[in-house]
T-cell receptor
């Protein structure tokens, strides 16, 4: 099956710093989503981005489908950005069976 | 305002005692999914319903069952919970056939097995 690797596994930054999270995947995909898992365990949708670039406030994402990677950028980090960021990919039509990477644990210190 | 609702948020059960987790949605999505997430791990798909059709993952234990009585509700039944089944259980929905097939997750149910 498809493999999803995220890097780095852990990232500790000071408030105000910028960060880049990476997601590599082993095969062509037609679904790629970035999620933020908050301290209570809920997965919050950040981006649906199987290709191209999107921006939402301080967050942006780019997926280069031909090279099988995606990047999540967080600018001017805030303590509320802390948590685990997951990349998940899907390859099927219709019902999307997402395969998750292992996540990047981001800690933003005040 | 809630779109995917899971009840209860926390569930404690005893070893071997059947337990049912509930998920409901107000999105009218035709696909509903159940994921298991163990501590410090990624979510793992257990099964999904595409409309009324049940689709089990090959490595999902028989101990886990699901029911979908209507579009809005889906249940996860664990027939004989073991200590290894302690985890966060996440329900998700999506609108299959739409080009932006985003999955929306509920807040999860954290299961403790004593």
């Amino acid at each position: 099956g498809i493999q999803v690797e995220q890097s780095p596994p852990d990232l500790i930054l000071q408030e105000g710093a910028n960060s880049t999270l990476r997601c590599n995947f082993s095969d062509s995909v037609n679904n790629l989503q970035w999620f933020h898992q908050n301290p209570w365990g809920q997965l919050i949708n950040l981006f649906y981005i199987p290709s191209g670039t999107k921006q939402n406030g301080r967050l942006s994402a780019t997926t280069v489908a031909t090279e099988r990677y995606s990047l999540l950028y967080i600018s001017s980090s805030q303590t509320t950005d802390s948590g685990v960021y997951f990349c998940a990919v899907g390859v099927s039509q219709g019902a999307q069976k997402l395969v998750f990477g292992q996540g990047t644990r981001l800690t933003i210190n005040p | 305002d809630a779109m995917v609702i899971q009840n209860p948020r926390y569930q404690v059960t005893q070893f071997g005692k059947p337990v049912t987790l509930s998920c409901s949605q107000t999105l009218n999505h035709n696909v509903m999914y159940w994921y298991q997430q163990k501590s410090s791990q990624a979510p793992k798909l257990l099964f999904h319903y595409y409309d009324k059709d049940f689709n089990n993952e090959a490595d999902t234990p028989d101990n886990f069952q699901s029911r979908r009585p209507n579009t809005s509700f889906c249940f996860l039944d664990i027939r004989s919970p073991g200590l290894g089944d302690a985890a966060m259980y996440l329900c998700a929905t999506s609108r299959a056939g739409h080009h932006t097939d985003t999955q929306y997750f509920g807040p999860g149910t954290r299961l403790t097995v004593l």
